[in-house]
């Protein structure tokens, strides 16, 4: 082996000696010999184990989860770019912490074949060279980035001319393009979203390890630091993320640069940042649903693991030492983790874990600003709460977001019962295709229209009540989002455990077709009466579709399908027919007030029929009977017995 240079690395997220207020090489050899660290470091094991017995990646490798245009034409989309730098980012760490060679050498062929330009045509996204025409996209930031960092983890053991080698590849592949494209002025610098907090904030990154040995490093910082401060501004009061929940996870993005920044300046107190991002946190635990999901609102899987939004999360519990947080995380930590290394090095195993309490964090709460989200649930129990209800609001604005405002899911005991369809494999004209229109949510629509969604017509929580025993309600007003709409508003009840009540009001200023649609977890038609029964394994919902003014009430069943030519993702890759069932309920009106009643019931079970009742609609529960009324104080849910 070649001798090895002086170094002052690594600087980030770890110190090769003992300092206050950081964390030491030796220090991390320690932690991973026991308890939840053992299991992480097991995990960074199992990707250095796979890069020492195979190939290193291209962008032509086949993955689980790449489709066959992306592997065909080597584009460099999320999953590889993600794989080949886990990659370098797990033997870099275990370089550091085992002192095995095989590690070093693994790092060094993968980062040989990123810098190759016929194994990695292009550090970017064929889609988006296409679309923006720019010389850096996410992938950029996302390399440089992981790069950057496994640089400053090996230099103890590189050579000085290995060292150059590496600062010379990410100049020629990352850094130059980077600069190109901000000199023309290129979108995403400023914009506040994830990729301003990628690109800008990763090459940040790599100018904190690059400091001193490359000449631009200095200027990458300077950029990157206010620009990351500033995009903080963009949370809302109570931490909502500025874009849809299941990108949530892209504030990892600045979590990872402040707790880079914090070692680099070599400050001993905890990064302010992080302290502000504790709200953030708190707004994505109420986005977590059992059984350990994301809500699926905009664009996103339906069922997105909770790990991928959650793996930066013992980052902002060590640095505000919450336990409520470090519990959050620890509850949904799994094995399919984003990034085993990053949460290695986050992860505090002295700050002990402690569920949440009703006192503390309401089982019901509204999150007005940017996506509007409200949550209402039986309890914590992250995997079997009774029933959990989530709406929103919303506008056009909010990115990765879908023309859904007033939407409603229901979940029982940790199953789908009344469902968002998340999205697909993002197409070109995504309009088109059902996921990502008006159609593909559970909404009134008038004459078959999509809703106003941009930034300048809005729907608003007008009205929210949450009570630890009884349960939640709200009140959304989607007016704005309607063409001849004098009056749109929605009415939400759910009184605990498992009644909900949602009530559509409308008013237009012609006659036309109203429509409610509501989405199943399985194919289910209301009869002449409106009754219906929804089944998901051994939970089940028992709904019926009422109008209060006298509306004859048409009522049809039917599935999505991808229509020609609107069939295949931007890639070209044929999408699947997922066969989503439907459940419509018309009328030819100006005018509607429409109610929809559920009860949920869980494992044995049997539901039962909502029936008329003096005044109102009653249905019997494991609770006793429930009646719903409404009235001139609006939609009530309550106990039978109750006058």
Same mark, same amino acid.
């Given at each position: 082996m070649s001798t090895r240079t002086g170094s002052t690395h690594p600087r980030l997220l770890l110190h090769m000696q003992h300092r206050r207020g950081f964390r030491s090489v030796a220090e991390l050899r320690d932690a991973v010999t026991h308890g939840h660290a053992r299991k992480l470091w097991t995990q960074v094991l199992e990707v250095t184990d796979e890069a020492t017995g195979t190939a290193p990646l291209t962008a032509f490798t086949p993955l689980p989860g790449r489709s066959r245009e992306n592997i065909k034409q080597g584009n460099r989309e999320y999953t590889i770019t993600n794989a080949a730098? @886990?990659?370098?980012?797990?033997?870099? /760490?275990?370089?550091?912490?085992?002192?095995? &060679?095989?590690?070093?050498?693994?790092?060094? *062929?993968?980062?040989?074949?990123? !810098?190759?330009?016929?194994?990695?045509?292009? +550090? *970017? &996204?064929?889609?988006? =060279? @296409?679309?923006?025409?720019?010389?850096?996209?996410?992938?950029?930031?996302?390399?440089?980035r992981d790069i950057g960092l496994a640089y400053d983890w090996l230099c103890p053991s590189l050579t000085s001319e290995e060292r150059q080698w590496i600062v010379d590849g990410l100049d020629r592949r990352g850094i130059q393009p980077y600069l190109r494209s901000v000199e023309q002025n290129a979108w995403w610098a400023n914009r506040m979203n994830n990729w301003t907090t990628c690109i800008v904030g990763g090459l940040g990154i790599c100018g904190m390890a690059l400091n001193g040995e490359h000449p631009q490093a200095e200027q990458l910082i300077e950029m990157a630091v206010p620009c990351m401060r500033k995009y903080l501004d963009q949370y809302g009061p109570e931490g909502e993320f500025n874009e849809n929940p299941a990108y949530a996870g892209s504030t990892g993005l600045p979590v990872l640069f402040f707790s880079a920044y914090r070692y680099f300046q070599g400050k001993k107190?905890?990064?302010?940042?992080?302290?502000f991002l504790r709200k953030f946190c708190v707004w994505q635990m109420y986005m977590t649903v059992p059984p350990g999901v994301t809500v699926p609102f905009g664009d996103g899987g339906p069922d997105r693991p909770a790990s991928l939004c959650a793996s930066f999360v013992p980052a902002v519990a060590a640095a505000t030492e919450d336990p409520v /947080?470090? +519990? !959050?995380?620890?509850?949904?930590?799994?094995? @399919?983790?984003? @990034?085993p290394v990053l949460e290695l090095l986050y992860y505090d195993a002295t700050l002990a874990p402690e569920p949440p309490t009703v006192d503390d964090y309401p089982l019901g709460r509204a999150f007005p600003a940017h996506s509007g989200i409200v949550c209402s649930r039986t309890s914590w129990d992250p995997k079997n709460a009774a029933c959990v209800v989530v709406g929103k609001a919303g506008h056009g604005g909010v990115n990765h977001t879908h023309p859904d405002a007033g939407q409603v899911t229901v979940r029982g005991y940790g199953k789908r019962l009344i469902r968002d369809l998340g999205s697909v494999s993002y197409p070109k004209d995504k309009r088109h295709f059902y996921p990502f229109n008006t159609s593909g949510h559970n909404v009134l629509t008038f004459n078959d229209h999509e809703l106003l969604w941009d930034e300048n017509h809005r729907a608003r929580i007008v009205k929210s009540g949450f009570d630890n025993q009884q349960g939640s309600s709200w009140v959304i007003d989607t007016t704005d989002l309607y063409e001849h709409a004098k009056s749109v508003r929605r009415g939400v009840v759910h009184l605990f455990p498992g009644v909900v009540a949602v009530l559509d009001e409308a008013t237009f200023d012609r006659v036309g077709k109203i429509r409610l649609r509501w989405h199943p977890e399985t194919p289910a038609k209301p009869d002449a009466d409106g009754h219906f029964v929804i089944h998901n394994d051994t939970v089940k919902?028992?709904? =019926?579709?009422?109008?209060? &003014?006298?509306e004859k009430l048409q009522f049809t069943n039917g599935r999505h399908t991808f229509e020609p030519p609107y069939t295949k993702d931007r890639m070209g890759n044929p999408l699947s027919q997922r066969n989503e069932p439907y459940m419509d309920t018309v009328t030819e009106s100006k005018h509607c007030r429409i109610l929809s009643l559920f009860a949920v019931y869980g494992p044995d079970t049997e539901p039962q029929q909502w029936q008329a009742a003096d005044n109102g609609w009653q249905v019997t529960t494991n609770n006793g009977p429930v009646c719903v009324r409404v009235g001139t104080r609006g939609l009530r849910a309550e106990a039978a017995t109750r006058q």
């Open positions: 730098g @886990n990659r370098v980012l797990a033997c870099a /760490l275990a370089t550091l912490v085992t002192d095995d &060679d095989r590690y070093r050498k693994a790092a060094l *062929q993968q980062l040989e074949t990123l !810098f190759d330009e016929n194994a990695w045509p292009e +550090w *970017q &996204d064929i889609f988006h =060279r @296409n679309t923006y025409d720019l010389d850096a996209d996410l992938r950029t930031g996302m390399l440089c107190e905890n990064s302010a940042e992080l302290g /947080l470090q +519990w !959050f995380y620890l509850t949904h930590a799994d094995h @399919n983790t984003r @990034n919902l028992s709904g =019926r579709i009422v109008a209060l &003014d006298g």
